[in-house]
């Protein structure tokens, strides 16, 4: 799955961390989702694009 999360994140000047609190997840989380090394579930995929006031499917994508 990609994602535009990074691109995102850096619009908005957030760390990781940052994001990962916002989030309540760990920072590791972030990264490996940033790098496709982690689908998130829906119940954070939904946080992720509220956060951002997008759709899901304005940041994720199948291949």
């Known amino acids: 799955m990609n994602n535009r999360l990074k691109?995102?994140?850096a619009?908005?000047?957030?760390t990781?961390?940052?994001l990962a609190a916002a989030l309540q997840v760990s920072r590791q989380t972030i990264n490996a989702v940033e790098k496709?090394?982690?689908d998130p579930s829906l119940p954070l995929a939904f946080k992720i694009a509220r956060l951002f006031e997008l759709k899901i499917?304005?940041?994720f994508s199948e291949n």
């Open 7 to 9: 691109v995102l994140r």
């Open 11 to 14: 619009e908005r000047d957030w």
């Open 16 to 18: 990781q961390a940052d």
């Open 36 to 38: 496709g090394k982690f």
């Open 57 to 59: 499917e304005e940041i």
